[in-house]
């Protein structure tokens, strides 16, 4: 097969997998988000770590130990994963997955802005277009809603964040959650034995199946990330940026047609307009790296030595 379709084969995995998230985290009730949370991280860094022992590859932390700078954008990438993961897991067990699913859609137009306040990119005008109707689209569904949609506004900025943090620490995916999984470990084991302590945890009183279950929260992380991080290495961003739209699809079709979720015509307007605003800023990225390809001469063949 050639390694383009790996690729692409790779991130719809990947991707697909994140959207059946709502999925999975119902049938970890009677947790409470929170005691999911601890679970996953606990569990995300058990399945990391066999990862990287099956690879045997560990010369990297001792290097990371070198920088601290990188060391300490994983330790900040760390807590604001926590919170992107915390408010998702809230979101699929108190019936917001659609709200969840629209911080996803949001999460493009919200890097764009980063790059323009943070990184002082300038903007096409096409891409003010897509961010314009993006905010537009954030006002109706604040009405909708009767107050400010904080689900989709915290998923949105803190995955924006979070992207933003891991680009400028450039450390690999799988390097990366082993050093923040490890770095959220002692709070998470210390809110479990906290649980255990006051009788209220859930983990061996469900059933066996319940804490099978729980466990499984780890390589749920784990296995779609290595899927992406399998698809990066072979494929284009912009095929990327094209695959990431069927994570949020996948969220909002779950929250529909399985949870059975209110979807009132004031909310599909308001998931109208960020279609529109994605579908503007998916053809303007297109087009522009059309063209970027048509003005770059093709580089020139040089053959290996034999």
């Known amino acids: 097969m050639p390694e383009t379709r790996r690729g692409v084969l790779y991130g719809i995995a990947a991707y697909s997998m994140w959207g059946l998230f709502p999925l999975y985290w119902p049938l970890l009730k009677p947790s409470a988000a929170l005691e999911i949370l601890a679970h996953r991280i606990a569990w995300s860094l058990v399945a990391v770590v066999a990862i990287?022992?099956?690879?045997?590859?560990?010369?990297?932390?001792?290097?990371?130990?070198?920088?601290?700078?990188?060391?300490?954008?994983?330790?900040?990438?760390?807590?604001?994963?926590?919170?992107?993961?915390?408010?998702?897991i809230y979101a699929v067990n108190s019936g917001h997955v659609v709200e969840g699913a629209l911080g996803y859609f949001i999460n493009p137009l919200v890097s764009v802005l980063f790059g323009v306040l943070l990184?002082?990119?300038?903007?096409?005008?096409?891409?003010?277009?897509?961010?314009?109707?993006?905010?537009?689209?954030?006002?109706?569904?604040?009405?909708?809603?009767?107050?400010?949609?904080?689900i989709a506004l915290v998923l949105a900025v803190?995955?924006?964040?979070?992207?933003?943090?891991?680009?400028?620490?450039?450390?690999?995916?799988?390097?990366?959650?082993?050093?923040?999984?490890?770095?959220?470990?002692?709070?998470?084991?210390?809110y479990l034995l906290y649980l255990g302590q006051q009788g209220t945890s859930t983990f061996g009183n469900a059933g066996a199946g319940h804490a099978f279950l729980l466990a499984g929260a780890g390589v749920v992380t784990a296995v779609p990330l290595l899927c992406f991080t399998a698809s990066a290495i072979r494929i284009p961003l912009t095929t990327i940026g094209l695959l990431q739209y069927i994570a949020p699809i996948l969220q909002f079709l779950c929250g529909v047609f399985v949870m059975r979720e209110v979807m009132p015509p004031?909310?599909?307007?308001?998931?109208?307009?960020?279609?529109?605003?994605?579908?503007?800023?998916?053809?303007?990225?297109?087009?522009?790296?059309?063209?970027?390809?048509?003005t770059t001469p093709e580089p020139v063949s040089v053959q290996e030595p034999v």
């Open 158 to 190: 803190s995955f924006g964040t979070y992207g933003l943090v891991k680009k400028i620490a450039g450390v690999g995916s799988v390097e990366s959650m082993t050093v923040e999984t490890l770095v959220l470990l002692l709070p998470a084991l210390g």
């Open 119 to 150: 990184l002082k990119e300038r903007l096409r005008r096409w891409q003010w277009v897509a961010v314009g109707l993006g905010a537009a689209a954030v006002v109706i569904l604040t009405v909708d809603y009767g107050r400010l949609p904080w």
């Open 266 to 294: 004031s909310r599909w307007l308001g998931f109208g307009v960020i279609w529109l605003a994605l579908s503007v800023f998916t053809w303007d990225s297109l087009r522009t790296a059309a063209q970027a390809r048509r």
């Open 52 to 88: 990287l022992a099956v690879r045997r590859h560990w010369s990297w932390f001792r290097e990371l130990l070198r920088t601290p700078r990188k060391l300490g954008l994983l330790v900040l990438a760390a807590m604001i994963i926590t919170v992107n993961w915390g408010v998702y």
